[in-house]
């Protein structure tokens, strides 16, 4: 069954300065080349909003899917891990869904 895969990358960072357009666009490299081809909700940027503590933390995020035919978690693992060195986070967000074409 194939997974359709969202990776959620924040577009500041955490002192709320623009990060640079190269990150994402090496996002895309990466997954188009892996994956044949992604889409991109960028238009709208998505907001993340989570409590710290009692700290209100807030993000705008852009969300990056792909399909694949299987989920390859040693992969998607370490691709999480230079994420979040690159984006400079805590922890990335990357979420499967089985799908099922209509």
């Given amino acids: 069954m194939p997974y359709l895969i969202q990776i959620l990358l924040p577009l500041y960072d ?3 300065q623009l990060l640079p357009a190269e990150l994402h666009a ?11 081809g992604l889409t ?4 709208a940027p998505a907001e993340g909003e989570w409590k710290e503590g009692a700290k209100e933390v807030r993000d705008d ?3 990056y899917e792909v399909i ?21 986070q805590e922890e990335v967000m ?4 089985e799908m099922v074409r209509l």
């Avoid at 991109?40 to 238009?43: F, I, K, V």
């Fill in 68 to 88: 694949s035919p299987s989920l390859g978690k040693r992969w998607w693992k370490e691709y999480r891990q230079l994420l979040e060195l690159r984006f400079k």
């Fill in 14 to 16: 955490n002192k709320n």
């Fill in 40 to 43: 991109a909700h960028t238009r």
């Fill in 61 to 63: 995020i852009v969300i």
């Fill in 94 to 97: 990357i979420r499967a869904l």
């Fill in 26 to 36: 090496g996002v895309k490299e990466v997954l188009t080349e892996k994956f044949g």
